[in-house]
């Protein structure tokens, strides 16, 4: 059997990438593991409007989200947005991914449920790959093989592609029993509830909210994110707001942030979290792996169309991933400085600053989650309190 491209994943990301090169007439068959699509999720379900407006999937939507009040360690409460001005949606993550596959079929693209490689091998004329079926062994031959196979991405393994920068490690429930704003979430900072990073309450609809703590393992020190997550309920300052908390389901996840040096080689490849797309802002995966997939699809249509898919080939058409990997470190450069690194004493004093009516209006004015480093230059620029950091800053990003 053979089609000109298969990927190994049929994730959002995978899913993408199958409909933009099926609906250019490239033969492209995704191998899915599980039985069905978008099954176990670990995801808030986070999504931007530029990456819904991409695959227009706004049925998929279970809440639009305006604003978040952001939690300082001591209870500094720092309000971000409008209402009645959508800033993300948050989405069914199983109709959506089902929804982003179910393109890439309309378009032409074939899918196997229930499948994985076992062995891959490249030679001059194509990729030999060996699929485990529901339990058969099939032998396929294709041209390219790309991997969009998550973040243990069995493929960036086995082609031993590296490792992303970082490995981020997210928690969430699924809970009932919170009251409060439908359409603003909340995040909460310190070293006890997420040491590093932060922990979210997001509205997912129907009275339901999903609760999540993300956090760098370094930070950790010896705890797990599920006990940063008990902390976060049991914390003096918020134990009464989850008192009547009620868990429907929990899970846990990697998230890579830091796209890998050379995600590719002679006639492979790995995209999205498999290629360590997420940010290392916020953990958000799924914008950031379309935006990668649209940065490269005319370039490798014509690449696999002409049979130009060497590893000189390839780094042509990923040249795109230069850009991500060099935003990626300047946005880690200025969230180490402003949130992971400070401790609890200093991030109160920065969310003290935040929370001036001139610093939140310039916030709101030049706030953009896509491209978070021009509001921070301009913060540490224009909050006098910041322009000592400033200095740090111009260091950490000149080096990034
Ligand atoms: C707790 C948590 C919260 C998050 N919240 C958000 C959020 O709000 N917004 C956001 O944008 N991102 C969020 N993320 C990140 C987001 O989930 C990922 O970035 C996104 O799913 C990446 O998409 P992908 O298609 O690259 O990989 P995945 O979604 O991981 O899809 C990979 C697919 O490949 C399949 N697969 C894996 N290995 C194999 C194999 N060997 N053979 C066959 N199939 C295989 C998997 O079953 C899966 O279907 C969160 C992550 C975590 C852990």
């Known amino acids: 059997m053979y089609h000109q491209v298969v990927i190994i994943g049929a994730g959002p990301v995978g899913g993408r990438l199958a409909t933009e090169l ?73 109709r959506f991914d089902q929804g982003v596959v179910a393109q890439a079929m309309s378009a032409g ?42 973040a243990h991405s069995w493929t960036r393994r086995h082609f031993r592609l590296g490792r992303p920068k970082e490995m981020m490690i997210g928690f969430q429930a ?39 703590v993300w956090s760098r393992p370094q930070d950790l020190d010896g705890r797990s994110v599920e006990q940063c997550y008990d902390t976060l309920l049991s914390h003096p300052l918020w134990r009464e707001k989850f008192a009547d908390v009620k868990e429907i389901a929990r899970y846990c ?9 050379k995600p590719f080689k002679d006639r492979v490849m790995v995209i999205g979290d498999a290629a360590g797309m997420a940010k290392p802002t916020t953990g958000g995966g799924i914008g950031p792996g379309f935006r990668q997939v649209e940065s490269i699809i005319e370039k490798l249509v014509k690449s696999i169309v002409s049979g130009r898919l060497s590893a000189s080939d390839l780094a042509t058409v990923c040249k795109p991933f230069k850009t991500f990997r060099k935003e990626q470190d300047r946005a880690r450069a200025l969230r180490d400085l402003l949130v992971s690194t400070p401790d609890d004493e200093t991030l109160d004093s920065h969310f003290e600053m935040f929370n001036r009516p001139e610093v939140l209006d310039l916030i709101n004015r030049e706030g953009d989650i896509e491209h978070p480093v ?24 000149l080096f990034a």
């Open 253 to 261: 996840g990697p998230v890579p942030c830091g796209v890998i040096q």
């Open 22 to 94: 099926a609906s250019r007439g490239i033969s492209t068959l995704m191998i899915e593991e599980h039985a069905e699509i978008g099954r176990p999720f670990q995801c808030a379900g986070l999504v931007n409007p530029p990456a819904m407006n991409m695959v227009n999937l706004h049925e998929t939507i279970l809440q639009d989200i305006d604003g978040a009040i952001i939690h300082s360690p001591s209870g500094i409460a720092v309000p971000v947005g409008q209402d009645g001005k959508t800033r993300t949606h948050v989405v069914c993550r199983k």
């Open 109 to 150: 693209a074939h899918l196997w449920l229930l499948s994985k490689p076992i062995d891959a091998t490249v030679t001059q004329n194509g990729v030999n790959l060996k699929i485990q079926r529901e339990g058969e062994t099939v032998d396929i031959t294709c041209d390219l093989l790309v991997g969009a196979d998550g």
């Open 174 to 212: 699924d809970v009932s029993g919170l009251t409060g704003k439908s359409n603003w979430l909340e995040m909460y900072t310190g070293s006890e509830v997420a040491p590093g990073l932060f922990a979210w309450v997001i509205p997912s609809g129907n009275n339901t909210h999903r609760i999540g």
């Open 374 to 397: 021009p509001l921070g230059m301009t913060l540490l620029r224009k909050v006098p309190a910041f322009r000592k950091l400033a200095l740090k800053a111009g260091f950490k990003l």
